[in-house]
């Protein structure tokens, strides 16, 4: 006899791993001061507080970002726009140089880099990070931020970067 479909399964790391690519998740880079400078795609980007304002994501203590953030007093938050699956493609890359061209960054406030033309970027005071199994939650305090009023996020859905439109009309063909 087969299971129904929604009988409920042991929660380990490859079912939860499956369930959250049905999740669509903004898309950020995350940037550190080095040297050298570090920097990774981000899913996990949230607000936890606006008073007072704290924002968290979560980096695998394997990354070879992790030594740098580990370290930094504080970071940069980049929200990817639509077209930037190639920049979060770049810095999702290992064992590359992820701020070579045709990456487009300067160094800004605090040493931080600061990556060009995304949707938003925000420089932050790390307060604390937090270790939970194989990953540290990063809390930190938004000190100065910058957006731009145009433009759809990128986001991160079943496995591939999609815009709000791609996302609504992959699941209007999975509904039909």
């Not at 995350?30 to 924002?55: D, H, M, Y």
């Not at 290992?94 to 990556?115: C, H, K, N, Q, Y």
Request: proline share 9%.
């Amino acid at each position: 006899m087969t299971e129904p479909a929604d009988t409920p399964i042991e929660a380990d790391a490859d079912a939860l791993r499956t369930l959250l690519r049905h999740q669509a998740s903004t898309v950020t880079v995350v940037t550190a001061p080095g040297p050298p400078p570090a920097g990774f795609t981000a899913t996990s980007f949230t607000s936890v507080s606006l008073r007072p304002p704290v924002v968290s994501f979560c980096l695998n203590l394997g990354s070879s970002s992790w030594p740098t953030v580990s370290r930094a007093r504080h970071v940069g938050v980049h929200l990817l726009g639509h077209g930037q699956h190639e920049l979060a493609r770049t810095f999702a890359t290992s064992g590359i140089d992820r701020f070579a061209g045709p990456t487009r960054w300067r160094p800004g406030p605090e040493g931080v880099p600061v990556l060009d033309d995304t949707l938003a970027w925000l420089l932050c005071r790390v307060v604390e990070r937090v270790v939970v199994g194989d990953h540290a939650i990063v809390l930190a305090e938004p000190e100065l931020l910058r957006h731009a009023d145009v433009g759809s996020p990128l986001l991160y859905h079943r496995g591939r970067y999609a815009g709000l439109a791609d996302a609504a009309e992959h699941a209007g063909r999975r509904a039909a």
